[in-house]
């Protein structure tokens, strides 16, 4: 019995032995903060107390939270001994109401070893609802999304209702109606926003009616700014003629959005690099490369452009694609196209024409297409050899007008090549024959009318006829009989003995 409590007090000893050897590694903190409530956003003092209860010293002492870094002036604090460190920060408006974490770091017995201790800001009002807003990104291009989660908090001590919330820039409508929130309780409402095409600030207003006032109280959010991010670069591609010596491409590059570009590359569908070095676009800054192929075969070209923005953002676009086929001497092309009226249109309104094709050359052309301005596509043959190819055709024509022809045809490299050729599509005169007025009825009724019509006519215009003869007659004589009148009397008056003889007698 006696061995046995010897061997438990002496298991007793060692571990008693071994935790003063170990040490204790606790350090106990506390903060406070000075004053402990505030209205609005202003000036606290931080109080964080140390006290280490190790048995090792307590060495590199550093404080630090929401961006305050303690100004340490007693770095080691050895076992048993305490110590209060102090500071001054400025509380903003969202940080009320919040736990504010602070971080306590030293080194113990040669270990970096740390620990946390909080605190909250209460408000002084009686009550007071906020709101507090983040947003899932607060830079964005035109049409991708920002996530903003709105937090609505009742940190007074009564009631509050006839809450809303609206945020202008964001959206017109308001975000939430006629809510209520008993004192500590909270309440979330999220907003996918749509980026557009300039930047926005975003800035919650609440409203709301506390229990008991009849006044509308008004509570501003701070502002957050959302930036449209335009990171565009245009591109203006220019594809040279087809020579013996290849195909030159001239590339514009213009920075012409809202973020400088760096790490700029150029690489052609292959992954060939058009720039020797990367290079960087400021805003409305300018670059000019050139890229040369010489195909020995049909190529479809086209230009992938990369860079970095000005947030790290990854920027990708790619030019539309050129076809670039093999050279082909054009003096090997020797085609002539005409196009002749074989019969002109008839009653029917078919015309028959006959197309000529001359191939002058050696070369053997492909995929040979004729076509009309308004009909499409008449006739179609795979190949055109050397020498001529006549084409009769039956087209039909609706209205007079000219008719406008195309001829396609592709060489061997793919490269096609259009001939036009007009001719004028006449209808032939046509005889207007007069209309037979069917018998009996209307139309006896109608040949009657004209008939009366016709005679009486006649009748009126012969009797004018007769009387405008005889009043000329009697116009004639009156005229003639006013003459000899006129001569008498003149007579009379130049003759004295006649005067006399005319003179009554006494």
């Given at each position: ?48 107390s ?72 209460t ?50 409508q308001?975000l ?52 449209m991010v ?13 020579t013996?010596d ?134 179609k043959?795979p ?16 209205e007079?007008?000219?008719l ?12 096609t ?41 006649s ?41 006399q ?6």
């Amino acid at each position: 019995m006696r061995k046995a409590i010897r061997g438990i007090a002496g298991v007793v000893v060692a571990l008693a032995t071994l935790l003063v050897g170990v040490g204790s590694f606790a350090a106990i903190i506390q903060v406070t903060i000075n004053p402990p409530s505030l209205s609005e956003e202003g000036p606290v003092d931080v109080s964080v107390s140390v006290n280490n209860d190790s048995t090792f010293p307590m060495e590199h002492i550093s404080i630090s939270g929401h961006g305050l870094t303690f100004a340490i002036d007693k770095p080691t604090l050895e076992p048993g001994e305490s110590h209060t460190y102090q500071q001054r920060m400025v509380v903003s408006r969202d940080m009320i109401g919040e736990t504010l974490t602070f971080t306590v770091t030293w080194t113990e017995n040669g270990e970096t070893k740390s620990s946390e201790a909080t605190a909250v800001i209460t408000m002084s009002d009686i009550a007071l609802i906020t709101v507090k807003r983040t947003a899932s990104k607060t830079n964005a291009k035109p049409g991708e999304t920002i996530t903003l989660n709105y937090t609505i908090r009742n940190l007074g001590t009564v009631g509050a209702s006839e809450i809303s919330l609206k945020d202008k820039a964001i959206t017109r409508q308001p975000l939430i109606e006629g809510l209520r929130l008993e004192p500590g309780q909270t309440h979330e409402i999220e907003y996918v926003y749509t980026m557009g095409n300039a930047t926005v600030i975003s800035e919650p207003v609440l409203k709301y009616m506390l229990d008991g006032s009849e006044t509308e109280s008004t509570y501003t959010g701070d502002q957050l700014t959302l930036g449209m991010v335009n990171a565009a670069i245009d591109v203006v591609v220019e594809q040279g003629i087809s020579t013996p010596d290849g195909v030159t491409f001239t590339l514009t590059l213009t920075n012409d959005g809202n973020q400088k570009i760096k790490n700029i590359n150029v690489k052609d569908q292959d992954g060939n690099k058009l720039n020797e070095e990367s290079f960087t676009l400021a805003i409305g800054e300018q670059k000019v490369l050139t890229y040369k192929i010489v195909p020995q075969e049909t190529v479809n070209v086209y230009f992938r452009i990369t860079g970095t923005t000005a947030n790290g953002s990854e920027y990708s676009d790619r030019t539309k694609t050129y076809t670039v086929r093999e050279y082909v001497d054009p003096a090997l092309v020797k085609v002539e196209f005409t196009a002749d009226v074989k019969s002109p249109v008839n009653s029917e309104g078919s015309m028959d024409i006959l197309f000529k094709l001359n191939n002058n050359g050696t070369m053997v052309f492909s995929n040979i297409v004729l076509s009309e301005e308004l009909m499409g596509e008449i006739y179609k043959t795979p190949q055109l050899d050397p020498g001529v190819m006549e084409i009769p055709v039956t087209v039909f024509v609706e209205e007079e007008r000219m008719l406008n022809f195309t001829l396609n045809f592709d060489d061997k490299a793919g490269n096609t090549y259009t001939y036009t050729a007009s001719l004028s599509a006449q209808k032939p005169f046509e005889r207007l024959e007069p209309t037979p007025t069917p018998d009996g009825g209307i139309g006896e009724i109608g040949k009657t009318i004209n008939t009366t019509l016709t005679n009486t006519l006649s009748t009126i215009f012969t009797v004018l006829v007769v009387l405008t003869c005889i009043s000329a007659v009697v116009l004639i004589c009156l005229v003639m009989m006013e003459k000899k009148n006129r001569k008498k009397a003149r007579n009379r008056h130049s003759n004295p003995t006649n005067r006399q003889k005319r003179m009554p007698l006494d």
